[in-house]
């Protein structure tokens, strides 16, 4: 209830930021946790520092696939506008820096980031479960200032790739 949904007839704000963050999955096979990625855009909002979803997937992959959509993916460019001399931001961008858990196939596909000139840093969550890290998250979520973009189709919901990430 305290992710707010960026209207969909909005253009998407101007990111100052962007982050996108792996939690890697120890195998591909579907009996575990998929290998989750999510692209995070930090911008002002009515003054204050806001930060927007603005692309999510989880699935099982085999490292080979990992890394080579990652590097990939790296490439990709997010939000855009009009850009002028009075806001650089306002710009398709390629994510600032890659987080990657370094756990499980992570430490592998953080040296291969690195090795392919990707800002990859590496995080480790330590040993709480994710249910406590959850619990350490919370009060900034309530803070509301975390969105995610409203679907055009189905209005007054998020986009439907923000659903795994929600669930």
């Known amino acids: 209830k305290h992710f707010q949904l ?9 990111f100052e930021y ?6 890697c999955a ?3 096979r579907s009996t575990g946790d998929p290998t989750a990625c999510t692209v995070w855009g930090v911008f002002t909002h009515q003054g204050e ?21 990652a590097i990939s993916e790296w490439g990709a460019e997010y939000g855009g ?8 931001y306002a710009r398709p961008r ?10 499980a ?13 990707v800002p990859a840093v590496g995080y480790n969550p330590g040993n709480a479960d994710k249910i406590s890290r959850a619990h350490q998250a919370s009060p900034t979520l309530e803070l509301e200032l975390i969105w995610i973009p409203e679907s055009s189709k189905n209005r007054g919901h ?7 990430f929600l669930k």
Do not use: C
């Open 81 to 88: 506008g009009g850009r002028t001399k009075d806001n650089p």
């Open 158 to 164: 998020a986009v439907s790739w923000a659903q795994g």
């Open 105 to 117: 196939s992570g430490q592998s596909l953080l040296q291969d980031l690195r090795l392919a000139k």
């Open 18 to 23: 962007i982050l996108q963050s792996y939690d």
């Open 6 to 14: 960026w209207p969909a007839d909005e253009g998407l704000p101007q």
């Open 94 to 103: 390629r994510p600032d820096r890659v987080l990657v858990e370094a756990k």
């Open 26 to 28: 120890f195998t591909e």
């Open 49 to 69: 520092r806001n930060v927007m979803l603005i692309d999510a997937w989880d699935e099982h992959l085999s490292y080979p696939d990992l890394r080579a959509r």
